[in-house]
């Protein structure tokens, strides 16, 4: 027969984990068995007691929360959201207990667990801004935007002095195209914390999307002058300096975030990105290193893996540098969980909506003309925008999101795409690049895959000009599974395979957007326009109803921010050959390519 002291281990046991019921059950036998046992009365007359001055009788004592949050902060989710649920039982309206439900889930990912918890926190209490902060990340996170917003901003009604809530506004803004009010939302984060770097490091890339890398840069270094040994914010400079083309500037800023942290597998692929390192460099050996130390599967190791394969190639050792991508693509399709199956779900569901859409009637006339530069990634889109931008009459801005954001779920069967839907799009759409035009007629997007959105963008900006870059298939393809792309939508160039299948399902959609739309594409081919760069160029400025300026045949000389990986090559006149880049690798690459021809 168990001990009194047995007993009271099983109790407190039971008590922290909040099945409070049962250990209240075992205090009361223990008094039926030893009358006398003061710490059994004393425990039972704890539960039964009113909650101290200042603490709410629907939260568990000061201690028990503590003890969640360090099993949280431990890493010990499982078993932190485990007690908390045995704890609800006995505290069904603890806001408290609801927060570190929802702070469990979404550390496993669990958004609709997370958004149960924090939406339940805030509905116990509706004055909890952490609640409705943490509720608007994880509608963010779920794409759900408009609503994060919503509730960021209560948040901020309730604590105008709640900084991280300014930055998770800023963020969610962001996201939602809306690039000016998130600077201002992460200005009044730091402004009421000045050392609050992440803010300023938002700050940077807000202003990056306004198109002003050069006041990216003035942040990053300003917030420098408070951290000068924050890595974050060197690798963030470092990335505004290559944007720019500066890019022996960029390598100084990697190799000393590096010499702070030489295990930021990041930085070695930004460096590997600006600068060729000779044979023996040493950092071949780091690389090698921090390789063998990040265990398989984990983003530094896809990291480092992508910065050997430049190194390596660099130096013309391809089987290794084939391995090492490989790797890199193969970790990456895991961690981003790319499923070609719903690849081809997207495209079939691009083509059913697609004549649902209703074209608009009569418009206001655009102050501004969109030109879509859009393609497969890796097409050359890039090049043709740099041509297009030095022109005096067009303003570059780079690859905008806004179709997808403010268009996919039209595009997808997700919203009606009813003409009332069109016109919201139009309207913002043109009001986004209106602000970014410096008073330019021009303005250039080119996302590449606007692609999928071409009968959208047809119906909904009549006067668009749409440019379909073509590229040999086998080109792009290597291109695409040779690069590191931060996008979350890019999981299909991790696989030699899914990139394959991936340009198949573009060429299918590309052939029925012709059969609808042809008229409104110019198709340029981007050999002939590497063969022939004045004839090309001529033709091109020609259909776009501009005048003729020399200036679009030297695009190297254009000094815009650049922010893709195609960053090196446009700053150097237009080269041909870059489209038998792949063979190098043909050894490797096998017969994947076989079905694309040539």
Request: aromatic residues 8%.
């Amino acid at each position: 027969m168990p001990t009194a002291n047995d007993l009271l281990l099983r109790a407190r046991k039971l008590e922290s984990k909040g099945r409070m019921a049962e250990a209240r059950e075992i205090y009361e036998g223990i008094l039926a068995r030893f009358p006398a046992n003061a710490r059994a009365r004393q425990a039972l007359e704890r539960m039964q007691a009113p909650a101290p001055a200042g603490q709410s009788a629907q939260e568990p004592a000061q201690n028990v929360i503590a003890g969640l949050v360090g099993l949280l902060q431990q890493g010990r989710v499982e078993a932190a959201a485990a007690q908390a649920r045995g704890l609800v039982q006995s505290f069904p309206r603890s806001a408290t207990l609801q927060t570190i439900l929802g702070m469990a889930s979404a550390t496993v990912g669990d958004l609709a667990g997370a958004e149960a918890g924090f939406r339940a926190a805030a509905t116990l209490n509706p004055a909890d801004a952490d609640a409705l902060s943490n509720l608007g990340n994880t509608l963010q996170q779920q794409g759900r935007t408009a609503e994060a917003i919503e509730s960021h901003r209560k948040a901020l009604e309730i604590r105008p002095d709640f900084p991280e809530a300014s930055n998770n506004l800023g963020n969610a803004l962001r996201q939602d195209g809306e690039p000016e009010a998130a600077a201002e939302a992460y200005r009044r984060a730091f402004a009421r914390r000045p050392d609050y770097i992440d803010a300023r490091i938002n700050l940077s890339n807000a202003l990056k999307d306004m198109g002003d890398v050069e006041g990216a840069e003035a942040c990053l270094r300003r917030a420098l002058e408070l951290r000068p040994d924050h890595v974050a914010l060197l690798r963030n400079l470092g990335l505004a300096l290559a944007d720019l083309g500066r890019f022996a500037e960029a390598e100084v800023a990697y190799r000393r975030a590096l010499m702070l942290d030489p295990q930021n597998a990041e930085a070695f692929r930004y460096l590997t990105a600006v600068t060729k390192l000779p044979p023996g460099a040493p950092e071949f050996a780091q690389m090698e290193r921090l390789r063998a130390a990040s265990a398989p599967g984990t983003d530094a190791r896809c990291q480092v893996c992508f910065a050997l394969y430049k190194a390596y190639e660099g130096i013309g050792e391809d089987a290794k540098a084939f391995a090492a991508l490989a790797e890199g693509n193969a970790t990456r399709k895991r961690l981003l969980g790319h499923s070609s199956e719903a690849d081809a779900r997207m495209f079939a569901k691009l083509r059913e909506t697609a004549d649902r859409i209703p074209a608009l009637a009569a418009t206001e006339p655009a102050r501004v003309t969109p030109i879509f530069i859009l393609g497969m990634p890796r097409s050359g889109t890039t090049l043709v925008e740099q041509i297009l931008s030095s022109h005096s009459g067009v303003h570059g801005a780079g690859e905008l999101p806004h179709v997808s954001i403010y268009g996919a779920p039209l595009a997808l069967g997700e919203a009606e795409p009813t003409p009332e839907a069109l016109a919201t799009l139009r309207s913002r759409y043109l009001g986004r690049i209106e602000r970014l035009s410096q008073g330019r007629p021009y303005v250039t997007d080119k996302m590449p895959d606007n692609f999928r959105f071409l009968g959208l963008i047809a119906k909904a900006l009549p006067e668009a000009k749409i440019i379909h870059v073509n590229r040999d298939p086998r080109a792009v393809c290597w291109s695409n599974f040779s690069n590191y792309f931060n996008g979350m939508g890019l999981g299909f160039t991790c696989g030699l395979e899914d990139v394959v299948a991936y340009w198949r399902h573009y060429e299918a959609l590309m052939d029925f957007w012709a059969e609808r739309h042809g008229d409104r594409i110019y198709q340029l081919d981007y050999a002939r326009l590497t063969e022939d760069p004045e004839g090309e160029t001529r033709k091109l400025v020609a259909h776009l109803g501009l005048g003729w300026e020399d200036a679009c045949l030297s695009p190297q000389e254009n000094r815009r921010a650049v922010a893709t990986s195609s960053q090196a090559q446009i700053r150097q006149p237009i080269y041909r050959g870059s489209n038998e880049a792949w063979r190098r690798y043909a050894p490797f690459i096998g017969a994947v390519f076989d079905p694309l021809g040539g």
